[in-house]
C-alpha cells in the first residue's frame, strides 16, 4: 500500500501565509471588518523648526536681560550720592589776627548744634584776636567734600575729590585743580565725626605759594564729574607748590588770594603768577 504526502516545505509555506493574514472581527449579523494597524508618523521638520524657535526665545530673552543689566548699571553709576549719605550747612570760622602758637590761638573747639544747619562755632565771641571774616556752607558726602567760602563777599568753591586726590578751586571766572593735601585737609567722615564729638580744631593759618600753568592732556581727563561741569567755559590751570611744603604765614606777607578751612588749619594760598594769567586772559579775550 503506498500512501502520500505534501513535502514539508509547502506545509511551511501554508502555516506561515496562515499566519500572516489579518484577521478579522466582525458582530452578529454584520459584515466582516477588516482591523487595520494605525501608524503616527511625527515629522523630522517639524522638530527642528520647535528646537529653532525656543532657542530663539531664549537668546531674545538673555539680549534683553543683558541690556536692561546694562541700563541699571550705567543709571546706577551716574546717580550721586542719597541725600541722607550728606550733610549739608554752614559754618563760621573764626580766623585768629595773629599767628601765635599758643594754644589760645591755635586751637578752637567746634561742634554740632541743634538747628537744621551745620554751623561752625567758636567759644570766645567777639575775641579782640580774632575776625569772623571767613563763612563756609559745607557739603560732606562719603568721598566728596565741597566747601563754599565767603571771604568778604567773594565766593570760592573748594571741592575735595578723595577718589581721585584732586581739589579743585572755583569762582565765577577760572578754575584751578591741584593734588589733595591730606595735611590741610579732612576726610569728610572724620570732619563730622569730630564736629559731633566736640573736638579742638586747629585753626592757626598756614601759607601755600603756588605757579599756575595749563594742564596737559592726561591732566585735563582728571577734571572730570563736578569739576568739569563747574568749569565749563572757563579757563583751567593746574597749580604746583612752589616753596616745596606748606608753611606758616608769616606776618609781612601780602593778602592769599583764596583761603579756606577743610577741618586741619586755615589754609591760604597765594597764585604767584596770577597776574600774568589775568595779563594772558585779557590778551586772549581782545583778539
Not at 561752625?120 to 568721598?143: C, F, K, R, S
Not at 579732612?186 to 601759607?207: C, K, Q, T, Y
Request: contains cysteine; aromatic residues 8%.
Amino acid at each position: 500500500m503506498t500512501a502520500l504526502t505534501k513535502p514539508n516545505n509547502i506545509l511551511s509555506k501554508e502555516t506561515f501565509i496562515k499566519s500572516q493574514s489579518p484577521q478579522l472581527e466582525y458582530e452578529p449579523d454584520e459584515k466582516p471588518t477588516l482591523l487595520e494597524e494605525k501608524i503616527e508618523i511625527e515629522s523630522d521638520w517639524a522638530k527642528r523648526e520647535c528646537v529653532k524657535l525656543w532657542c530663539f526665545a531664549l537668546f531674545m530673552s538673555f539680549t534683553m536681560a543683558m541690556i536692561l543689566m546694562g541700563v541699571i548699571m550705567t543709571i546706577y553709576q551716574r546717580i550721586p550720592l542719597m541725600p541722607a549719605s550728606r550733610l549739608h550747612g554752614f559754618c563760621s570760622v573764626s580766623v585768629p589776627m595773629i599767628n601765635d602758637m599758643t594754644d589760645s590761638y591755635r586751637v578752637l573747639p567746634l561742634k554740632w548744634i541743634d538747628s537744621p544747619e551745620l554751623q561752625l562755632v567758636d567759644t570766645m565771641p567777639g575775641h579782640d584776636n580774632y575776625i569772623n571774616a571767613l563763612t563756609e556752607q559745607l557739603d560732606l558726602g562719603q568721598a566728596l567734600e565741597k566747601i563754599a567760602v565767603s571771604n568778604h563777599g567773594r565766593r570760592v568753591d573748594f571741592i575735595h575729590d578723595f577718589n581721585d586726590n584732586t581739589t579743585g578751586i572755583l569762582d565765577d571766572e577760572r578754575c584751578f585743580m591741584m593734588t589733595l593735601d591730606y595735611d590741610v585737609v579732612m576726610p569728610p567722615e572724620l570732619f563730622a565725626s569730630a564736629l559731633d564729638e566736640g573736638l579742638l580744631f586747629d585753626v592757626s593759618r598756614l601759607r601755600a605759594n603756588v605757579q599756575a600753568r595749563a594742564p596737559n592732556a592726561d591732566e585735563m581727563l582728571r577734571f572730570a564729574g563736578d569739576l568739569f561741569a563747574s568749569c565749563r567755559g572757563k579757563p583751567a590751570y593746574m597749580l604746583r607748590d612752589t616753596a616745596g611744603s606748606i608753611r606758616k604765614r608769616s606776618v609781612d606777607e601780602p593778602d592769599a588770594d583764596y583761603i579756606h578751612f577743610s577741618g586741619k588749619h586755615v589754609l591760604e594760598l597765594k597764585i604767584d603768577n596770577l597776574a600774568e594769567l589775568l595779563a594772558l586772559e585779557q590778551k586772549n579775550n581782545t583778539k
